[in-house]
Every structure is written in C-alpha cells, then in structure tokens.
C-alpha cells in the first residue's frame, strides 16, 4: 500500500511564500510521475505542476515563473515552492502520483493567500 503525505500549507499574505512538500511512502518499486493539482472553492480542480522522474516540468500558464515544482528522487518527495502568491491561488492543493503504474492521491493541504 502507497500513501502520499502532503505539508507546507497554511495562510500568506499577497505577495508571500510557501513550500508544499509530498511524501510517498509504502511498497514503491518506481515512481514515474508526480503532479500538484489545486481546487478552489466552487472550481474545477486544475492541473498546477507536474514532473516526471527524470525532472522534466511544466506548469499550467498562472503559476509559470512563479512556482517551481522539483523531486528528491531518494526521499521519494515532490516539493512545489510557491512565490509571489496572490489571492487567486487560494484552494486546496493535492499531491498526485503514478507509482508503479498506478495513481495515488494526497489528502490535500489547504493555501489561504490573504491579508
């Protein structure tokens, strides 16, 4: 059984910084992909960054220069630092990954970016 263990959220002013950390722990052979999804309230969830494990990334176009989404290969752990935050990117963020061929999901972890 895999379980993927997301931390970092919180509440930030506009403008601030955050760091979401995903750990996936459990019987892992090889992970091929891990993916931040985020949902805001009364929205779909979106696609937010995504990389593969050989470090290829790419972002949907409301985060590109503004977060970077990077893996340590060894703890098994995605990271997703988040810079200039604003208002619009308050939701709820999952951790996504495909683990020997097979999706996993976080619990989700809640950003409030608000003064």
């Known amino acids: 059984q895999v379980q993927l263990v997301e931390s970092g959220g919180g509440l930030v002013q506009p403008g601030g910084s955050l760091r979401l950390s995903c750990t996936a722990s459990?019987?892992?052979?090889?992970?091929?992909?891990m993916v931040w999804y985020r949902q805001a309230p009364g929205k779909q969830r979106e696609l937010v960054a995504h990389?593969?494990?050989?470090?290829?990334?790419t972002y949907t176009n409301s985060v590109k220069g503004r977060f970077t989404i990077s893996m340590d290969n060894a703890k098994n752990t995605v990271y997703l630092q988040m810079n200039s935050l604003n208002p619009e990117d308050t939701a709820v963020y999952y951790c996504?990954?495909?683990?020997?061929?097979?999706?996993?999901w976080g619990q989700g972890t809640q950003v409030t970016v608000s003064s």
């Open positions: 996504n990954a495909v683990i020997d061929s097979q999706m996993y």
């Open positions: 990389i593969t494990s050989g470090g290829k990334t």
């Open positions: 459990g019987s892992i052979f090889r992970i091929n992909a």
